[in-house]
């Protein structure tokens, strides 16, 4: 520690004695945590040069604030701040200045509706309300010796300043990837890499609409994203209701016929929260609509990779012949909730006015671990990585209904998703999901109330149970403690 560092300033022709400015000083500086307790003060020769006093005086200095309890002496050691600091009184406070006030915990300003605060962490044992990806299953390995190679050889660059658009090289797997396994023809240019999915929203949203646009979002559907929306460009949304075959495209045109919607949110491919699919009869529908109303349609297709019967549905935007979709896919459903990479897929026009805004937000991403990422798919280690995945959630999925079947088949019922990370379960009459959900939390399993996903906030007697980051054994537990909560 330098004192320097601490800014003190002695005022030779201040009515304070010089020893009683430098034991206030320190002494503040204890006591605000500045020095904190155990820490070595520099030598009275070193603070003597460094404050351009006497020796004597510094000397003076210490005794006094090791007799206040403040530091202590070790013969051969030095000076120490003592672990155990004093108790100060009001009485006591005297050279120390007055009571320690602490910081202002709200601003002396108004601040904006949307912003709202974060939600306190719960620490719970399990957390079922949404399907995550399991980091256990992740590969570390691969990505570790990936990542290490990626700063070998290419540190030198990777380091520096990149593009706003992501590593080319990952850009470039990403596009064989979506050609091969979705459907989906596009360009390394029509891609954009981010910092997760919530970015890619964030950047569509801040860019394409002003305060008053409107935009129509799923009823049930993702709260998370429906609050990122408003936080991030004070759109008005719109709900439109789902059903067993998706958004519900009779109550769209109604709505059309009322307003102008510029963008139209949706998982198509297991909608969140429903796990219901888009049918091929509505998809051909919704694009014809946006084409009719000139609308951007911002396919969220989160999860696909992951369908464990029949075929997956192809997105909708690779039946898109007029430009209207703009595709988002998630990186971190792949590998694990920490990796914090999505990406968007758009004409290049689009694309390239995102980068700016990108530029302006974070400028680029981590480009270390999208080059190793990147390697991971051309080494076709994120191959192997899915379907060993795939084949443990489908495992999960089927272990979860077994047990809800086994446990709670007279309180619950469900259809079996043919993919996805969740179950969308319904409460048979009697059982208050609400006061249910609420028991489940204090037992420390978090299951979201239904009205977390109604956008009204009115309660329906269903909720999301996420399976796939929990492990045989976990479920089993999971659905244990909700059996003891009714």
Known sequence: ?????????????????????????????????????????????????????????????LRELEAEGWVETRPGSGTFVTTTLPDLTPCSWGAFGDEPKLPPSDPGYDLPLQLSPITTPFLALMDMSDGLADVRLAPTEALGRAYQRALRLHGDKLLQYGEPKGNLMLRQALAAMLSERRGLVTDPDQ???????????????????????????????????????????????QPVPVDAEGMDLDALEILLKKQRVDLIYLTPHHQNPTTVSLSPNRRMRLLELAQRHRMAVLEDDYDFEYQYNGRSLLPLASGDPTGQVIYMGSLSKLIAPGVRLGFLVAPK?????????????????????????A??????????????????????????????????????????????????????????LEAWTQRCKQQSLIIQPGSYFSFNRTAIGATRLGFAQSEPRQLEDAVHRMKACL
């Open 349 to 373: 026009g689009l694309v390239e006015r995102l980068a700016r805004v990108r530029l302006r937000m974070d400028w680029q991403g981590d480009r270390v671990m999208e080059w190793a990422v």
């Open 375 to 432: 390697d991971l798919f051309r080494d076709g280690d994120m191959a192997r990585h899915v379907r060993k995945v795939r084949k443990a959630y489908e495992e999960r999925r089927d272990h979860l209904v077994a047990c809800l079947r086994e446990e709670l088949d007279d309180v619950l019922s469900f259809s079996v998703p043919e993919g996805g990370l969740a179950l969308w379960v319904h409460a048979n009459p009697g059982l208050d």
């Open 191 to 237: 891609i954009l890499v981010t910092r997760g999915s919530r970015m890619a929203l964030d950047l569509v949203t801040l860019s394409l609409f002003k305060q008053g646009g409107v935009i129509a979002v799923e009823d049930p559907g993702n709260r998370a994203a429906w609050e990122t929306i408003q936080q991030s460009c004070g759109a008005v949304l």
């Open 1 to 61: 520690m330098r004192l320097r560092d601490l800014a003190i300033s002695l005022d030779p022709g201040a009515k304070e004695s010089l020893q009683l400015q430098i034991t206030r000083t320190l002494g503040l500086a204890i006591r605000n945590g500045r020095i904190q307790p155990g820490m070595a003060l520099p030598g009275s020769r070193q603070i003597a040069e460094e404050l351009g006093v006497h020796r004597n005086t510094v000397l003076a200095a």
